[in-house]
């Protein structure tokens, strides 16, 4: 039986899992974007492309370093859900 203890462990750990995700995909790209904007504004440059771009290899970059490590943690996750599903049944 789903008791309000149960619900509580399970939505925290979800949302311990997708900050996790989250913060790994967009904190490399955010760096970057503020170190561009710097020499955007040191230099009066204008141009998106030059403020896309990298954050963009940045992104696909972190994707490639540590997409296996993500995918593990997405799949870690799954079971144990499932795990815990199984024990409510019975």
Known sequence: MLTPDIAVDLVN???YVV?????????PGLIVGVLVSLVQAATQINEQTLSFL????VTLATIALA???MAGLLMD?????FRR??????
């Open 77 to 81: 996750f799954c079971v144990e859900t």
């Open 54 to 57: 990298p954050r963009l290899l």
């Open 13 to 15: 750990d979800s949302l």
């Open 19 to 27: 900050v996790t995700l989250v913060v790994l995909l967009i904190l």
């Open 67 to 69: 997409g296996h490590w």
């Open 85 to 90: 599903a199984a024990t409510l049944v019975g």
